[in-house]
């Protein structure tokens, strides 16, 4: 049985437009809805006369205009990037070119990993001309006046994700690894659904009162959401496993039997998500696959394998 994770659907976004979240944090949704991006980017400024923008969002010159506008007579002193896709990164160069703000991040696109043959060549929608000027590790701190922000390296969702920690209001901006909407996409390979699994149980090992994701509402009692979110996953291991013993040998007949009811324009994202899935169960021994693994390729459970050669 799937795991129900409640999520709010019931937002309202007047786009272009700064609304105060809390006391340090402001947010503004940038116009690039979509079945990936739910009702938009949402760009969080924090703090207040020297402030930090995190993940400024696309290139798209309605958002970045209003952002800049919003933040006329204050300067912002941090560009912060939680992970390089195009619906998170683009738009720092522009504030930075507007602001001489330094961006921050973990490194370019796949930079949490090396890659073989090639590396992001499945992945569309990686933002491959970011390449941030201060480079961020686990436990970094950048800060301003009344604010103090953490680096978490993250990766899972790609390789070189980050959140980021307020330590004044215990908030984690959590970008795409936890978001308010939807679980988030792991696509190989860059994406790593091992290293996620890791990151979500790493999450647990902190105290944080609220996360506010890139996407979706805020999340009011993260560690129950992040649980929540490791036992889908599992659940969707299971599943997996479920239909090889079914019968299943491709990702092709896989996804039709476990995602029911699915939106056509998702398929893409489902199959790749399934694909993340049975290279942590080879990795795991449980699974065998007739050559390296791939969407094409032919896999069955590992005893069943075994037998069958």
Same mark, same amino acid.
């Given at each position: 049985?799937?795991?129900?994770? $409640?999520?709010?659907?019931?937002?309202?976004?007047? #786009?272009?437009?700064?609304?105060?979240?809390s006391?340090?944090?402001?947010?503004?949704?940038?116009? =690039? $809805?979509?079945?990936?991006?739910?009702?938009?980017?949402?760009?969080?400024?924090?703090?207040?006369?020297?402030?930090?923008?995190?993940?400024?969002?696309p290139?798209?010159?309605?958002?970045?205009?209003?952002?800049?506008?919003?933040?006329a007579?204050?300067?912002?002193?941090?560009?912060?990037?939680?992970?390089?896709?195009?619906d998170?990164?683009?738009?720092?160069?522009?504030?930075k070119?507007?602001?001489?703000? $330094?961006?921050y991040?973990?490194?370019?696109?796949g930079?949490?990993?090396?890659?073989? =043959?090639?590396?992001?060549?499945?992945?569309?929608?990686?933002?491959?001309?970011?390449?941030?000027d201060?480079?961020?590790?686990?436990?970094d701190?950048?800060?301003?006046?009344?604010?103090?922000?953490?680096?978490?390296h993250?990766?899972g969702?790609?390789? =070189?994700?980050?959140?980021?920690?307020?330590?004044e209001?215990?908030?984690?901006?959590s970008?795409?690894?936890?978001?308010?909407w939807?679980?988030?996409?792991?696509?190989? $390979?860059?994406?790593?659904?091992?290293?996620?699994?890791?990151?979500?149980?790493?999450?647990?090992? #902190?105290?944080?009162?609220?996360?506010?994701?890139?996407?979706g509402?805020e999340?009011? =009692?993260?560690?129950?959401l992040?649980?929540a979110f490791?036992?889908?996953?599992?659940?969707?291991?299971?599943?997996?496993?479920?239909?090889?013993?079914?019968?299943?040998?491709?990702?092709?007949?896989?996804?039709? !039997?476990?995602?029911?009811?699915?939106?056509?324009?998702?398929r893409?994202?489902a199959?790749?998500?399934?694909?993340?899935?049975?290279i942590?169960?080879?990795?795991?021994?449980?699974?065998?696959?007739?050559g390296?693994?791939?969407?094409?390729t032919? #896999?069955?459970?590992? !005893?069943?394998?075994?037998?069958?050669?």
């Amino acid at each position: 049985m799937a795991i129900d994770i $409640p999520f709010r659907r019931d937002l309202e976004v007047e #786009y272009g437009v700064m609304e105060t979240v809390s006391p340090l944090i402001r947010r503004i949704i940038a116009r =690039n $809805p979509s079945p990936f991006t739910f009702l938009g980017t949402g760009t969080y400024v924090v703090g207040h006369g020297k402030v930090a923008v995190i993940d400024p969002g696309p290139a798209l010159m309605p958002h970045i205009e209003a952002l800049l506008g919003a933040l006329a007579g204050e300067t912002i002193t941090h560009i912060l990037v939680t992970h390089t896709h195009i619906d998170h990164s683009p738009a720092a160069a522009a504030v930075k070119e507007a602001t001489g703000a $330094p961006t921050y991040g973990f490194g370019p696109h796949g930079g949490g990993r090396v890659e073989e =043959n090639g590396g992001g060549a499945m992945e569309e929608g990686g933002d491959r001309d970011f390449v941030p000027d201060v480079r961020l590790g686990d436990g970094d701190v950048v800060e301003g006046p009344g604010w103090h922000i953490s680096a978490r390296h993250t990766p899972g969702h790609t390789s =070189n994700h980050l959140c980021f920690a307020l330590a004044e209001e215990k908030a984690l901006f959590s970008g795409d690894h936890v978001m308010g909407w939807s679980t988030s996409v792991i696509v190989p $390979p860059d994406g790593d659904m091992s290293a996620y699994m890791r990151s979500l149980r790493k999450l647990l090992d #902190y105290e944080d009162d609220r996360y506010w994701p890139t996407h979706g509402a805020e999340i009011e =009692n993260p560690r129950a959401l992040v649980r929540a979110f490791i036992s889908h996953r599992r659940q969707r291991s299971e599943a997996i496993l479920r239909r090889l013993t079914a019968g299943d040998r491709t990702i092709a007949e896989i996804v039709p !039997n476990i995602y029911l009811k699915l939106d056509p324009r998702l398929r893409p994202a489902a199959a790749r998500s399934v694909l993340a899935h049975l290279i942590e169960l080879v990795e795991q021994g449980r699974v065998s696959a007739e050559g390296p693994p791939g969407l094409t390729t032919l #896999y069955r459970l590992r !005893n069943e394998w075994i037998a069958a050669r």
